[in-house]
T-cell receptor, first 113, second 120 residues
Framework: DAKTTQPNSMESNEEEPVHLPCNHS???????IHWYRQLPSQGPEYVIH???SNVNNRMASLAIAEDRKSSTLILHRATLRDAAVYYC??????????????FGQGTTLQVKP | NAGVTQTPKFQVLKTGQSMTLQCAQD?????MYWYRQDPGMGLRLIYY???????DKGEVPNGYNVSRLNKREFSLRLESAAPSQTSVYFC???????????????????FGAGSRLTVL
């Protein structure tokens, strides 16, 4: 499974935008970029995913570099409830996709009031 | 619609004891997974079941066994618990938890609330 690199921690102020970076220089053509987050004392939850084009949903936006070697999760207005560990994960959708996800260390986001 | 239900939520064992963590999902998902999470770490995949009747090893399978009892249930067994197995265990199934269709390429796992296991 291709590896991702994320900063260990980031800080943001409430109601300001947050850009969470992820590097995945060894990404393959069939890898989808997924983002999950884990709130304190909870299981992870899906945030967003994409392949090549930028994606938006009600939770966040995903900006993918043209060469696909990096991506950025964008929270447009951080709230205190967004304080969590954010995981960037590559998911291979080649033949035999079993859906298993390999989690790294993630980025711990702190949001200050 | 309960999603993914794990039992028990908390358990304390002595070294050498055995126990089974139960997981059930009511979303008609085909694939199910067991992860463990040690303090300050990311999740690590123990075993998974891509479909009913199949199971495969993940990153850290040693010391564990699994059973895919039916489409709904996927259990994780510790035959002889060790202190190194102290962790929070998460079960997940593959698919969304709502009724909206998933976008192509989505690997959406729905996780349970976790089972906190302490081995003394």
């Amino acid at each position: 499974d291709a590896k991702t690199t994320q900063p260990n921690s980031m800080e943001s102020n409430e109601e300001e935008p947050v850009h969470l970076p992820c590097n995945h220089s060894t990404i393959s053509g069939t890898d989808y970029i997924h983002w999950y987050r884990q709130l304190p004392s909870q299981g992870p939850e899906y945030v967003i995913h994409g392949l090549t084009s930028n994606v938006n949903n009600r939770m966040a936006s995903l900006a993918i570099a043209e060469d696909r070697k990096s991506s950025t999760l964008i929270l447009h207005r951080a709230t205190l409830r967004d304080a969590a560990v954010y995981y960037c994960i590559l998911s291979d959708h080649g033949s035999g996709n079993t859906g298993k996800l390999i989690f790294g260390q993630g980025t711990t986001l702190q949001v200050k009031p | 619609n309960a999603g993914v239900t794990q039992t028990p939520k908390f358990q304390v064992l002595k070294t050498g004891q055995s126990m089974t963590l139960q997981c059930a999902q009511d979303m008609n998902h085909n694939s199910m997974y067991w992860y463990r999470q040690d303090p300050g770490m990311g999740l690590r995949l123990i075993y998974y079941s891509a479909s009913e009747g199949t199971t495969d090893k993940g990153e850290v399978p040693n010391g564990y066994n699994v059973s895919r009892l039916n489409k709904r249930e996927f259990s994780l067994r510790l035959e002889s618990a060790a202190p190194s197995q102290t962790s929070v265990y998460f079960c997940a199934s593959r698919g969304g938890s709502g009724y909206r269709p998933l976008r192509i390429g989505a690997n959406v796992l729905t996780f349970g609330a976790g089972s906190r296991l302490t081995v003394l």
